[in-house]
């Protein structure tokens, strides 16, 4: 089976006064039909620029440098400006984090949704806005008719944020690519939209990009999760894998990280330091300051080490159970 | 328990939006110009003991920080009263805060907010204590640097300015700011939401760790279960502006009583349950502006009985310690009003 | 054929009786005449009345002119006249033409074309006086307000021109009237346009907009009248800058010598006035500041005006013994004064005023010059707030009486003179001399009487005259035949079309 | 809606009292009118007559008094140099300046809106710099020397349009107005866009900053990963959204052109209620001044609520609750 | 807690950000436009020329001793009885138009700068108070802005000059009234961003006194974009007093401004003499094009949004 998505080295880079910025440092990664996949790191750690850079809508002063985008086979930055167009919303689609910003708050949502059903298909406007009316079913809306004529503040943001992933389901895209796209609403309302994604991703069968910062979220959502630092997948694997048995040092502090994996009131093994600035990267393994296991070797650029498919970019992986 | 040093009596906060004088004459012809009214707390009592951490969670907009507020004194309440060692400290006297204190400090959710951007470190820790005599003039200097290095940063550190500092370093500023004025309760409003997991896990044991050393009293704002649970010794659960449930932590997890507190436990995803396991809670947050009659829950509760839709449950004993607001546990739901 | 002039000021209204204002007297000529008019130089013509004799001490007798009749076609009758004189009264503005009834005790209608008039006291003037006197016809009615006149409902006159139509700052639309009876106005259709802008008037002109303009500033003067596309007419006019210096006991604003204010007010030593006079170059006011549209004035009024005396000697320039006089007076490093002017009123006012500030910096003064807006200048000046002031004064009726009246005469609201001596100015000497003038029927008598009065005036420096100020008008090249007129008036049936 | 607009009356009402107030207290202070227009040769008595017949003998707070009373009675007062209703002569002369407001306001936005468009499109390039530069250029250089400089150069020199003056009034439908006659075209063009130049300045840079914003934002993101194509963003989606804060601005500048014309008028000698204003001010024709002062409040708060609720119609988060 | 220290202390924070770097950054951010530069350079040179009038002119114009009539009206590049070149010409009074227009100028500066920073001033006391009390105060305080806001300036200006008199610090008190609404609305908007902030918050929780959070924690927060506003009211105020002037509201000829100065030499436009009302103009152009130019550019360089 062909991957829905196909990154392959894909690397993006931001011209600053500091200098360049590599955002995004020779990213690779395949997102099966029907699976989700988790892309967790912390904050600066290049998640979104990823999801941007596949889309191919990155603005200066950033570029994509190298890699290949394939989705369903075709390779995103060999097309023509023009060509990348029709294949956005079409065959990839986005959810952004902010619900309130992504819909234009003075347009109804009928009528975005409208537009967006046109630029690829040509039918009429009352056909768009069934077709319309018919992806916020799909997604859980009620009374869908009469929240096409709302405006975007006329709904809480579990709606709007649904409105999008259905803006998303438009076409049905083969790939969809969601960043943060729960972190700004209440817990209760991430939970209804978690169920309903996992439900998507089964029904649809598209491919799932869920970018997030949350582990929680990806460990109970995601079937595979790559984990970034420092704009590198320092660990991908199937979710068991990486949570169940991860194998660099980052995952592993990050999972150590969490209270809920320990005694209330205990200290949390912690990693020290704090996330660091890209302009700013050492020589080698990113990470090598501050990872418990660094050695001189680290000064120098970590391989990738691949074991049943969880593949970690260290040169001192752990075992793992 | 010992003896509460921190007493929250039936404070209630509610927040007016009043008309305008031409509203007001323009409501006289058309029936509009009426004052709106969030109602943000409504009777929450709370009594919080020496060295103890009481954990608030709820979504947002169920009144956390305007709870933290009444108490620092920012906010003076609608109705009810707050208590610090028997004083008052926060008192509705013809709306207006009867007696401020140094004895509450807050620390705030967003760390690249909550410091001012243009004043030093060691300015920002030094003016409260110095205005308020609480150091002596010419300890404020070492006094400053004994308190970066308390949380965990250089003494040098004091003449920088505060966006040359991470988001975790200055979240630590933000404690060492709260410490230097030497309160005796804490307020911490989401102080670690806002940041990464890794720098999470550091500021946490920088919490605990001074909590261990000088016995802090401390309310920790958080909707993040499981920081909650690893950090409170008792949990206060609200939901749209009423306390709804309070226990301490681990009998709260074990056993939750109030079903909203079941349904947040549930929807909450966790590291390691393994994958698709949600049971979200149905429908949308009420309106704090009209908040449904009876139980606040009960629109979206699974158990609602007709007493629910009309009698507003009160806060009763669950056990030893613990107190619940739910008709379930006060004799059941289906019964009719005036029974009661 | 038609002619557009561009004028600085038109009509506040329509109604003949509104306002005092010279551009209001100007404008409604054209519709309405006057019992009296007046030549290019202020001489007395007839017109309504063909006559006027004094019978007695207080009654002037006017012969009318007879088939004349109004622009709706009715016979023009001495009913009209005193209506027209007894509506003046009603007519209620800020600027009231009562001035120029004053004397009217009652109208005696003794035909159809003979009227007589009996005045409070001896009135020699009353003739000057009803060169204002415009007169509308009898059935106009006493309500008749500014809206009807303005609509064209009452503007019917007698006059060489019927109304058309006017705007407020407008154009004032008029069209010959054939039965007019006198010399048939040349134009058909003239259009008299507000445009208040110096420049933008200058403008007007040269894109063709206009035929012809009134007031062109000094500015231009020289520069049009090497304009082959433009022709140029230039005259004196009444208008004289004259120096007002306060003689009052305690100055309005503080005078300083060596930065420190004194006690006593140094103008009040005429010493000190002539000094001020002798340093003042007329010649280059004249020929420099005013870029050669003035002459030199050594009296309030112009020559030929009645009360004018050619025995007052021409203005000198004698900065030596100005010092000389100063020193005398006990100020020889001269002092530090305040002086006030207008900046818009009349052209020029500004710069001589700056060049006169320059020329007495000379005699060692230090003077503070401060050009104002007449908004500002003259309400304060009328408050007597400044110690020396500078403005324009205009002999309107082309005699002495007006101007020394309200000018020169010892303050004295009761006989209602002195009204605009702000300076403080007195001499009983000079109050004498003027009250018999004004008590003296005789021509003769009485201009050697205002002729006295001038002489005191003059040597006592009660003020300082500098300049007689010209005005001029401009044309297209070729297109009118024009007498310039002293008091400015810009007359369209005076105007001919050049052969 | 119906609320709202009762309320903003009321709040209308109130800021035309204080404005009145301030201006009358204002005007009184500059001083009696009848010196300024008093022929020279009136005596005292007819002075003090004329100061008691305009009532300026009364304290000011019952001149406002009857002033107040008067309005109430539908009359702002008569000109006292004219001696005709106030309203009537303002009404004479502002057909003249609202054509001239609104050919310079029509032109600044229908070149503003779109120049500011592409140079918020595309804002590093050459030509967005130059109309950046053109628009600084624009609101900096005072009018009045800009005008002089038109005058000199198409009026006097090239002898191609008018100096000034407003031209020829023809008839459409039931109005009179210049701009039914080629005649009143060209002498209203010069003006007008002297005038609009500073409105066309400020029109560029609100429209390419609103510009520039939108194309930050995240819905225009989104909807770029729909695949929309720029164009349709553009006039689909950012249009809308600019065209908000452009609305404010339009009104808030269709009053302040109106005030501004002032110049304009002066430099053009355009025959509209601007210079009728300096002039009143000049004469001190108290009762136009305050009255026109107050019927410029009175027009700005309408247009305000105007734009206001245009603005509701663009915008549909503001609601139109009592007051604002 | 040592261990803390130590662990934190291996990546240490951003590099310490110096002041002198900071301006090092703004300078190199602002250096982007060479037109901003350009007029950076004309302003400094115009203020010096301006206020170094004294020493650089051959006359003092306001010294009506020193003028002399007899060369009235010369050409530029003519030479006068003084022996010097007129390289602009001279006025009707005989007076150095170079030495008129950089006095003119001075006081243009003058009557700007003062405008500017007192309508600052009373504008930021205005808008900080109306912030930071909120209520009622808020509400009166904002609607006498509001109302004066609705009243155009130029009117609000005309009037005021007309009420006070001519001369400079009448002029400046109208320009002020003129003025001052903008700087209370863009402060009070500032504040009430800022006030909401959680430094404040954690200010008055401290507690500090309030007038220690205006001026302390609000004041430097909502300075520095009201100083690019500030820049370009100067300029604005520098063209408003050129305005009023010209309509014969502003300051006398004996005291000249640029604006009277044009306004004068308007007078002579059609007489050939256009050199006396459009050097003045010039050099009012430029004086406020080149402000407007470095308030942009500032304004472009400080916005966050811009930065990178
Ligand atoms: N427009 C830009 N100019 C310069 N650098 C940029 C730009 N956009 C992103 N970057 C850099 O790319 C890095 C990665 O940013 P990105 O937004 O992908 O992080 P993220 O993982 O999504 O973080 P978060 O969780 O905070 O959303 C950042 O550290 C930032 O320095
Ligand atoms: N100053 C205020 N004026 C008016 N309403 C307010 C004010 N502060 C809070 N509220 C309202 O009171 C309610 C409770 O707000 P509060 O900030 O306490 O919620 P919270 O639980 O802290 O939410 P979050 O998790 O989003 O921080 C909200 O509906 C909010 O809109
Ligand atoms: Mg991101
Ligand atoms: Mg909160």
């Known amino acids: 089976m062909t991957a829905a998505l196909d990154v392959k080295g894909l690397t993006t880079r931001f011209e600053t006064r500091a200098g360049h910025v590599t955002a995004v440092n020779d990213v690779s990664f395949a997102v099966q039909p029907g699976r989700i996949m988790g892309l967790v790191g912390e904050s600066g750690s290049g998640k979104s620029v990823t999801g941007f850079s596949i889309l191919g809508l990155i603005d200066a002063p950033g570029e994509v440098t190298a890699g290949a985008v394939l989705v369903d086979g075709v390779d995103l930055r060999q097309l023509s400006t023009e060509d990348l167009r029709k294949m956005r919303g079409r065959k990839v689609a986005m959810v952004f984090q902010d619900p309130m910003m992504t819909l234009n708050p003075v347009l109804r949502v009928g009528d975005q949704m409208a537009m967006a059903v046109r630029v690829h298909q040509a039918m009429s406007k009352s056909d768009a806005l069934e077709h319309a009316r018919k992806a916020l079913e799909v997604v859980g809306i009620p009374s869908p008719a009469e929240r096409l004529k709302a405006y975007p503040h006329q709904l809480s943001g579990g709606m709007r944020q649904r409105v999008a992933i259905a803006m998303a389901l438009l076409h049905s895209p083969s790939v969809i690519i969601a960043d943060e796209a729960t972190t700004a609403l209440d817990v209760s309302i991430q939970g209804q939209i978690l169920a309903e994604v996992r439900e998507l991703a089964d029904k649809t069968g598209a491919a799932i990009v869920w970018i997030t910062h949350d582990l929680a979220v990806v460990s109970s959502l995601a079937d595979d999760i790559c984990v970034m630092y420092a704009g590198r997948i320092v660990e991908r694997g199937t979710a068991e894998q990486v949570i169940g048995g991860p194998r660099h040092p980052y995952t592993q502090g990050l999972l150590d990280s969490i209270p809920a994996l320990h005694e209330p009131g205990r200290k949390l093994p912690q990693i020290p330091g704090s996330t660091p600035q890209l302009s700013r990267l050492p020589e080698g393994c990113p990470f090598r300051p501050r990872c418990p296991r660094a050695t001189d070797l680290c000064c120098t650029e970590p391989p990738l080490d691949v074991r049943d498919g969880q593949a970690v970019l260290c040169h001192y992986p752990l075992e793992g159970v | ?340 | 054929q038609d002619l557009t002039i561009g004028l600085r000021a038109g009509p506040d209204s329509i109604d003949p009786h509104w306002s005092t204002l010279g551009s209001q007297a100007e404008a409604l000529r054209h519709v309405f005449d006057t019992l009296v008019d007046a030549d290019e130089t202020l001489q007395l013509q007839p017109g309504l009345a063909v006559s006027w004799t004094p019978i007695d001490d207080t009654t002037w007798e006017f012969k009318l002119r007879e088939g004349v009749t109004f622009h709706d076609g009715t016979p023009f009758t001495a009913e009209d006249v005193k209506f027209s004189i007894e509506r003046i009264p009603a007519v209620t503005g800020p600027m009231p033409m009562t001035l120029y009834t004053k004397y009217v005790a009652s109208v005696e209608v003794v035909d159809d074309y003979t009227l007589r008039i009996t005045t409070n006291g001896m009135a020699p003037s009353l003739p000057n006086d009803f060169t204002r006197l415009f007169v509308v016809p009898s059935e106009t009615g006493m309500e008749a307000g500014n809206e009807e006149f303005n609509s064209g409902e009452k503007a019917i006159g007698t006059g060489p021109y019927k109304f058309v139509s006017w705007q407020p700052k407008g154009d004032l639309v008029v069209e010959r009237n054939d039965d007019y009876w006198g010399e048939a106005p040349a134009w058909e259709r003239v259009t008299r346009r507000e445009i208040p802008d110096d420049a933008a008037r200058v403008a007007a002109l040269k894109s063709g907009q206009v035929d012809m303009i009134n007031y062109v500033p000094a500015t231009d003067y020289l520069a049009m009248q090497s304009d082959s596309n433009l022709d140029t007419f230039v005259s004196d006019s009444i208008y004289i800058l004259n120096i007002a210096p306060s003689v009052k006991d305690e100055e309005p604003q503080p005078i300083k010598v060596n930065g420190q204010e004194i006690d006593g007010n140094p103008l009040q030593d005429v010493r000190v006035r002539k000094a001020l006079d002798l340093a003042i170059n007329r010649d280059v006011l004249v020929n420099v500041v005013l870029e050669g549209l003035g002459t030199p004035a050594n009296q309030l009024m112009p020559e030929g005006f009645f009360g004018y005396s050619s025995d007052i000697p021409a203005p000198a320039y004698d900065i030596d013994q100005a010092k000389a006089l100063l020193t005398e007076a006990g100020y020889p490093d001269g002092f530090e004064i305040d002086f006030t002017c207008t900046n818009n009123r009349v052209p020029g006012d500004a710069v001589v005023c700056e060049a006169l500030a320059q020329m007495w910096s000379r005699l060692g003064l230090t003077v503070n010059a401060q050009a104002l807006n007449g908004t500002v200048f003259f309400p304060a000046a009328q408050r007597e707030e400044y110690t020396m002031t500078m403005s324009a004064w205009g002999t309107l009726t082309g005699e002495a009486a007006y101007t020394y009246g309200a000018l020169v005469h010892t303050q004295d609201a009761e006989k209602g003179f002195g009204n605009f001596n702000r300076s403080g100015y007195s001499n009983p000497e000079f109050d004498r001399i003027f009250s018999e003038g004004s008590q003296t029927l005789d021509t003769d008598a009485r201009r050697e009487l205002y002729k006295q009065a001038s002489e005191i005036a003059m040597e006592d420096r009660a003020l300082i005259p500098t300049v007689i100020l010209q005005s001029v008008w401009a044309s297209k090249a070729g297109m009118v035949d024009f007498t310039p007129r002293v008091d400015q008036e810009t007359r369209a049936y005076a105007i001919t079309p050049k052969e | 809606m119906f609320g709202y607009l009762v309320g903003r009356l009321i709040q209308a009402m109130m800021v035309v009292f204080v404005m009145s107030v301030i201006v009358f207290v204002g005007v009184y202070a500059i001083g009696n009118p009848i010196d300024v227009m008093i022929d020279p040769g009136a005596s005292q008595e007819i002075r003090e007559n004329l100061i008691r017949q305009y009532g300026f003998d009364q304290p000011l707070w019952q001149q406002y008094f009857t002033f107040v009373g008067n309005v109430f009675r539908g009359d702002l007062g008569r000109s006292m140099v004219y001696n005709i209703p106030v309203t009537s002569l303002v009404f004479s002369r502002l057909p003249a300046t609202l054509e001239l407001v609104l050919v310079s306001v029509g032109i600044a936005t229908l070149i503003g809106v779109p120049a500011g468009m592409y140079a918020g499109y595309r804002p590093n390039g050459i030509p967005a710099k130059l109309i950046m530069a053109l628009s600084v250029l624009g609101f900096s250089v005072p009018t009045f020397w800009i005008g002089m400089l038109l005058i000199m150069g198409f009026a006097v020199n090239l002898g191609w349009l008018p100096s000034g003056g407003r031209g020829e009034v023809g008839q459409v439908l039931w109005l009179k107005t210049s701009l039914a006659t080629a005649d009143g075209w060209a002498h209203v063009i010069m003006p007008a866009v002297n005038l609009s130049l500073f409105k066309m300045g400020l029109m560029i840079r609100l429209t390419r900053a609103g510009m520039v914003e939108a194309m930050g934002t995240d819905y225009v993101r989104f909807a770029r990963a729909q695949g929309l194509p720029d164009r349709q963003i553009v006039f689909g989606h950012i249009m809308r959204n600019i065209s908000i804060p452009l609305v404010t601005v339009f009104g808030l500048e269709l009053g302040s052109t109106l005030a501004f014309a002032v110049v304009t008028e002066t430099v053009f000698n355009w025959p509209g209620v601007g210079k009728l204003i300096i002039d009143s001010i000049l004469q001190l024709d108290r009762p136009v001044m305050v009255s026109y002062l107050v019927m410029v409040v009175l027009l700005f708060v309408m247009i305000n609520l105007v734009v206001d609720l245009i603005y509701a119609r663009l915008d549909p988060r503001v609601r139109l609750k009592g007051g604002s | 807690m040592a261990h803390i220290g130590n662990v934190l202390a291996v990546p240490s924070a951003a590099p310490a950000e110096t002041r002198v770097m900071r301006l090092r950054n703004f300078w190199s951010d602002y250096r982007r436009s060479w037109v901003a530069v350009g007029a950076l350079v004309v302003i400094v040179a115009l203020l010096v020329a301006s206020f170094g009038a004294p020493w650089l002119v051959p006359q003092d114009p306001y010294d009506l001793g020193q003028l002399d009539w007899a060369d009235a009206f010369l050409q530029p590049g003519q030479t006068g009885s003084g022996g010097y070149v007129h390289l602009l010409g001279t006025d009707n009074a005989g007076r150095d138009m170079l030495s008129a227009i950089l006095y003119g100028l001075r006081t243009s500066f003058l009557i700007g700068i003062s405008a500017g920073v007192l309508a600052l001033t009373l504008g930021i006391s205005i808008g900080l108070t109306a912030a930071y009390f909120g209520g009622r105060i808020e509400a009166l305080l904002m609607r006498i802005v509001d109302l004066q806001l609705s009243m155009p300036a130029i009117l609000l200006a005309l009037v005021m000059a007309a009420v006070l008199g001519q001369g400079v610090p009448q002029i400046i008190l109208a320009l002020v009234v003129a003025q001052y609404a903008y700087f209370a609305r863009t402060t009070h908007g500032a504040a009430s961003v800022e006030r909401r902030k959680d430094y404040i918050e954690a200010a008055r929780s401290t507690p500090l006194p309030t007038r220690r959070i205006l001026f302390k924690h609000l004041l430097p927060n909502v300075l520095p974009p009201l100083i690019v506003v500030a820049t370009v009211q100067v300029a604005s105020a520098i063209s408003l007093e050129a305005t009023l002037s010209f309509l014969g509201v502003g300051l006398p000829l004996t005291e000249p401004s640029l604006g009277s100065l044009i306004s004068n030499g308007f007078k002579y436009i059609h007489a050939g003499r256009s050199w006396l009302s459009i050097y003045p103009g010039v050099f009012l152009m430029i004086t406020v094009v080149a402000i407007n130019l470095v308030g942009d550019q500032v304004r472009t360089v400080i916005d966050p949004r811009n930065s990178r």
């Open chain 2, 1 to 340: 328990m010992t003896d509460p040093i921190l007493k929250i009596d039936t404070v209630s906060k509610r927040f007016t939006r009043r008309p305008g004088l031409a509203e007001r004459l323009a409501g006289k012809f058309t029936g509009g110009g009426k004052p709106v009214t969030v109602h943000a707390l409504t009777d929450v009592s709370l009594e919080v003991a020496k060295g103890e951490v009481l954990g608030i969670v709820g979504e947002s907009g169920c009144g956390k920080s305007t709870l933290g507020r009444v108490i620092a004194g920012i906010h003076a309440p609608t109705s009810g009263s707050v208590t610090l060692n028997g004083q008052p400290i926060a008192d509705q006297r013809g709306g207006t805060i009867h007696k401020r204190t140094t004895q509450v400090q807050m620390i705030h959710q967003d760390p690249f907010a909550s410091l001012n951007p243009r004043m030093k470190v060691g300015e920002t820790l030094a003016e409260g204590p110095r205005y308020h005599g609480i150091i002596p003039a010419d300890q404020v200097r070492t006094r400053v640097r004994a308190l970066l290095e308390q949380v965990g940063l250089e003494a040098a550190y004091a003449d920088r300015l505060p966006h040359q500092f991470s988001g975790g370093q200055r979240q630590r500023i933000a404690i060492a700011r709260a410490l230097a004025m030497q309160p005796e309760v804490l307020v911490l409003d989401e102080a670690v939401a806002s940041l990464d997991v890794s720098i999470q896990a550091q500021v946490l044991n920088l919490f605990m760790d001074l909590r261990h050393d000088l016995g802090l009293t401390a309310l920790f704002i958080s909707h993040d279960l499981s920081v909650v649970r690893h950090v409170c010794d008792r949990v206060a659960i609200m939901y749209l502006g009423r306390l709804v449930e309070l226990a301490p932590a681990d009998q709260l997890y074990a056993d939750p009583r109030h079903p909203y507190t079941r349904a947040l436990f549930a929807s909450i995803p966790t590291v390691g349950t393994g994958r698709g396991r949600f049971e979200a809670i149905k429908g949308e947050i009420p309106s704090p502006i009209a908040p449904p009659p009876g139980c606040a829950f009960h629109p979206r509760c699974p158990f609602a009985g007709s007493r629910c839709r009309t009698e507003v449950p009160r806060l009763t004993a669950a056990g030893p310690v613990r107190t619940v607001a739910c008709h379930l546990n006060d004799g059941g739901v289906d019964m009719q009003k005036g029974a009661a």
